[in-house]
């Protein structure tokens, strides 16, 4: 694993040499922005790790040209300063953000398990076949936005309604929904601050997610696309109801995302969508299928376009791990397991005896059962 | 039934009726003469509500029932001129004199009422009986007063109603006087009217009792005409003249009495509210000669220096004010020491008669007034010692704020350090337990007899140097080491700085390593301009302490620092790699300590130059800056160190400020 630091303070590079130095990565070491580019060059970073603040090119600045020049590389950004404006800067391109002082440990642990998560989707293969896709979804800005603002906890339900407001498409939506039938309501609610107000800060952002997302694929039928969309919302539904309180906000995201890699298989092949369709089995692992047809799987390809628009990697996570029982066994009960548990239920399947075992869950089992009819 | 005196019965078989005649003329006179006579009374009356004094009133009184008296006399007189008979017809002087007086007594009395303006129903009856009783005996003793061949008949019932007319048109008149009282508008009109109506209702009254009367002569006598009327004309008119002469005194006294009162009244009243001002003001106002010498002082004034009032009068102001500028007075006089100062508003230490020292704000003004060639001062001076806790709070708070928006750079400042030592000391966790695995095998080794030592222990250590790359760790382990205490140092040296930087001196002046002060500024500032500039320092050796405010004195490098910093951000902009260059210089020159700050930023037009200490003036985006700190510091080094701060600027070239601070 090849890995780049930046940082313009040589103690802190000289620190993580040591710290670092049982891993046996490939570390190289830079203490400018200049600097690291240059290495870049001749050294195919899989993780570039940087301060914010430098002089001359900050870390906001580096990171960007290396989405653009290195897309698969895994941006990290490790700072100790809290400028709210260069931090909300960075989090559009940066995948992950630790801040100083950070336990050298936790970062070892962070960055191997990242790779672990990447291994699967960053291969030749993937990044060749999204790289030929030209109308491919750009990155979600707003929804991006949202999130650092819930981050940083700067956001207010003003400054949530004006960030809708400039987006006329997205306002209809969320008007729509916060009048739908769904939501009891005395009177019809026509400003988008009220709106807001009503449907709370979840469940506007998951209008943003959607609208963003679905509105950026172009070139699949709406039929195909409306499917995907519902199945990915339904199971998204459910999964929040299954996880854990602290992780609902990542599941809900995760899990109408989870299968978005499916729309991009349509534009890589659009013939064989025609056997796709016909031979794949309504939420089991069509995986192998894929890669038959396609060379990639919708899973490689839904996350490494999440890691392209700089999604952190705990929501990647979700994707990538959702048929790999194995895994989810190892990991706590989360916005993963939430997710393939759902897909399970909503398409009557059964749950891997491993998993209800692992996790001690075959009284909740018939719970979520319920509630999904 | 009333045949007794000049009510019996006239035998008609003897007598003959005289028949009278009026002159008209007469009769007018005689209705113009009671007018003046009653606006005379109104004017007096006027007075006489006003005086104070019981002496005044009375004088008022009796001037006001004389010329009412002597008013109402002559009207009478001159009716009774007018009245023509055709036999002759002349007075006993006595009893026309007599006359006069009774008219004056009623009034005297019924003014008496009047003036205590008091207009109950019984008073008002009073009063009118009064004015009845002297004008109806006037009446008697004048008409005693003919002398007449013929005989002189009252007719009783006439007689009756005469004086129930009486008292009714003198109520009417009281009345009519109440509202003139109380009237507040059209006073002269008013005033006007009611002596109209009290002469109207005097005069009607004699023409009634006129009416009353009859004279019967024997039948046979022989009438000449003409006898009386020219000489009772220039006769009434006289009078006339002399009672309107003195109507008129009377008026004129009374207006000029007026004019008296009223400005009187208005000295009184302004004295009141000077007096009233004076000792209510919220500050202290003293009045002092030019020896400084206290003469007066009002109560918010003794109040304030813990004195009581009588104490303080006479107390020099040197023992009052600790100014320098007050304690000249002993060699020279308050108009000197003052010369530059009269007008000026400065703050200074008063003195409690407890000896306590207390911040004051004085302003001493000139009075334009000069007493034995003396001149005397104003001197307004306010306590601002709740306004002094304030501003130093408010300094506080100031320095809370930038320290504030210090804290997130000074957090970077001790997360960088930290997160080198940690790794370091996690890179030492890792290197000693495979230096203790090759210590213990080593000690296992030298342990034994040298014979039994196996190759495989010696190729176990090897494995181990090997497997942890102990040429990496053996290098590395004194740096770690080294380079971790320097973090510690840094760490260390912020704190202190912070510490030092956040000092409170409590507005007091102390002695201050001028060199700490300034090298603990820039170091909690550190993340303003390290990313921006490089900051270079030059201070010449054995400078001499400062006598400053440490605090404001600190604020004062840091404004200056933060703003070289953003001036060079200004010219390089915030990408670029250039690096700008800040320097301080510092060197004693003469009696003074002389700071210069200079950066090669964007620098200043001179128009922007002229303006940098305004307060709130800035150029910088909103949040950025407020405008306050060069004025802040202006305030601070000129104002409160007696220094002085000049700027140099040339646009793109850069800026340098230099301050200079007199040493004692």
Not at chain 2, 633 to 647: D, F, Q, R, T
Request: charged share 20%; glycine share 6%; hydrophobic share 45%.
């Amino acid at each position: 694993m090849k890995v780049i630091f930046v940082d313009d303070e040589q103690f802190i590079l000289n620190g993580l040499k040591r710290a670092l130095y049982t891993t046996r990565w490939q570390i190289k070491f830079a203490t400018g922005g200049e600097q690291a580019l240059e290495i870049l060059k001749d050294f195919p970073a899989d993780f570039i790790v940087s301060d914010m603040r430098m002089p001359g090119m900050n870390g906001a600045d580096l990171l960007e040209i290396v989405s653009r020049s290195y897309p698969s590389t895994v941006r990290i950004i490790l700072s100790g300063h809290a400028d709210l404006d260069l931090s909300v800067r960075a989090s559009y391109v940066a995948h992950q953000w630790f801040n100083k002082p950070c336990d050298p440990q936790v970062l070892k642990t962070e960055i191997e398990r990242i790779n672990e998560i990447r291994a699967d989707f960053t291969n030749e293969d993937v990044r060749q076949i999204v790289g030929s896709i030209k109308s491919l979804p750009s990155v979600p800005r707003l929804l991006v936005k949202i999130k650092i603002m819930l981050r940083t906890k700067s956001l207010t339900m003003k400054g949530l309604s004006s960030l809708i407001s400039d987006n006329p498409s997205l306002c209809a939506k969320v008007l729509q929904v916060a009048n739908s039938s769904f939501i009891v309501s005395s009177r019809n609610i026509t400003n988008i601050e009220d709106a807001v107000t009503r449907l709370g800060v979840d469940a506007v952002s998951n209008i943003v997610a959607i609208a963003e997302i679905y509105s950026k694929v172009e070139d699949v039928p709406s039929a195909f696309l409306e499917e995907t969309l519902q199945r990915g919302l339904k199971i998204a539904k459910l999964a929040v109801m299954i996880t854990e309180k602290s992780d609902r906000d990542i599941t809900m995201l995760a899990g109408i995302l989870h299968n978005i890699g499916e729309l991009i298989l349509w534009q890589i092949n659009p013939k064989g969508m025609g056997v796709y369709l016909e031979k794949r089995k309504p939420g089991q692992d069509n995986t192998e299928l894929e890669r038959e047809i396609f060379r990639v799987d919708n899973i490689q390809i839904g996350s490494y376009l999440l890691h392209l628009w700089n999604f952190p990697y705990s929501i990647i996570e979700c994707i990538t791990l959702q048929n790999k029982i194995d895994k989810l066994t190892n990991c706590k009960f989360g916005g993963a397991t939430s997710i393939y548990i759902a897909r399970m239920i909503i398409n009557d399947l059964d749950v891997d005896e491993s998993i209800i075992d692992h996790f001690d869950i075959s009284e909740k089992l018939n719970h979520w059962r319920k509630i999904k009819g | 039934m009333f045949e007794f005196w000049r009510f019996k019965t006239v035998s008609t078989d003897i007598y003959k009726l005289i028949e009278g005649d009026y002159d008209y003329f007469l009769i007018f006179l005689s209705f113009l003469v009671s007018s003046f006579a009653a606006y005379a009374l109104l004017v007096v009356l006027e007075q006489a509500w006003l005086v104070t004094t019981s002496k005044a009133l009375r004088l008022w009184k009796v001037l006001g029932s004389v010329v009412f008296g002597l008013g109402v006399w002559a009207m009478h007189f001159t009716g009774m001129l007018a009245l023509m008979l055709p036999i002759p017809v002349s007075y006993d002087v006595d009893l026309t004199l007599l006359s006069v007086f009774t008219p004056m007594v009623g009034a005297y009395f019924a003014v008496g009422f009047l003036a205590r303006k008091n207009f109950s129903f019984i008073s008002i009856q009073w009063s009118a009986f009064c004015l009845t009783l002297g004008i109806g005996t006037m009446y008697l003793i004048g008409l005693e007063a003919i002398k007449v061949e013929a005989i002189v008949h009252y007719n009783p019932l006439l007689m009756i109603t005469f004086i129930a007319i009486a008292h009714l048109l003198s109520t009417t008149a009281i009345y009519v006087v109440k509202k003139f009282y109380s009237t507040t508008k059209y006073v002269l009109l008013t005033k006007i009217f009611s002596s109209i109506l009290l002469g109207a209702a005097v005069a009607s009254l004699h023409y009634v009792a006129m009416s009353s009367l009859s004279f019967y002569t024997l039948i046979g006598s022989t009438f000449d005409y003409n006898t009386i009327n020219d000489s009772a004309v220039a006769f009434s008119l006289a009078i006339s003249r002399i009672v309107f002469i003195m109507l008129f005194i009377t008026i004129l006294c009374a207006l000029i009495e007026d004019k008296f009162f009223k400005s009187d009244q208005t000295i009184e009243q302004s004295v009141i509210r000077e007096t009233d001002i004076f000792e209510h003001m919220a500050d202290g106002l003293l009045t002092i000669n030019s020896s400084g010498i206290v003469k007066s002082i009002n109560s918010s004034g003794f109040l304030m220096f813990g004195y009581e009032r009588d104490t303080l009068i006479g107390c020099n102001l040197e023992s009052l004010m600790k100014s320098d500028i007050i304690q000249q007075l002993s060699v020279t006089s308050l108009d000197k020491a003052l010369k530059d100062f009269l007008g000026q508003t400065f703050v200074t230490q008063g003195v409690k008669q407890d000896g306590s020292e207390f911040p004051i704000e004085v302003n001493f003004s000139k009075i334009p007034l000069q007493t034995h060639g003396l001149f005397i001062f104003n001197c307004v001076a306010r306590d601002i010692t709740q306004r002094s806790e304030l501003e130093a709070k408010l300094r506080q708070s100031q320095k809370l704020e930038s320290i504030g928006q210090l804290s997130s750079g000074i957090a970077h400042e001790i997360n960088t350090p930290t997160q080198y030592v940690s790794d370091n000391i996690a890179f030492l966790g890792v290197a000693f337990v495979s230096c203790l695995n090759i210590i213990r095998m080593t000690q296992t080794i030298i342990n034994k007899d040298i014979s039994k030592i196996t190759q495989q222990e010696i190729d176990d250590i090897k494995t181990i140097f090997q497997d942890n790359d102990m040429d990496f760790v053996m290098t590395e382990i004194p740096l770690a080491i080294e380079q971790s205490s320097e973090g510690l140092q840094r760490v260390k040296k912020i704190i202190t700085a912070m510490k030092s930087f956040s000092h409170t001196n409590q507005g007091k002046m102390s002695l201050v390593d001028i060199r700490e002060a300034i090298e603990s500024t820039i170091t909690v500032s550190r993340s303003e301009w390290r990313y921006i500039a490089k900051l270079v320092t030059n201070f010449s050796d054995a400078l001499p302490k400062l006598n400053c405010l440490r605090d404001e004195f600190n604020q004062v490098i840091l404004n200056f620092i933060v703003n070289a910093a953003h001036a060079i951000e200004e010219k390089y902009g915030k990408k670029s790699n250039a690096m700008g260059c800040i320097s301080i210089n510092v060197h004693q020159q003469d009696n003074n300590i002389k700071i210069t700050i200079n950066d090669d930023g964007i620098g200043m037009r001179s128009e922007l130059k002229e303006r940098i200490f305004d307060p709130f003036f800035t150029t910088k985006e909103l949040g950025k800056g407020t405008g306050q700190g060069l004025s802040m510091a202006y305030l601070a080094i000129v104002e409160k160190h007696k220094g002085s701060i000049e700027v140099t600027s040339q646009p793109n070239i850069g800026t340098t400020f230099s301050i200079s601070i007199p040493i004692t």
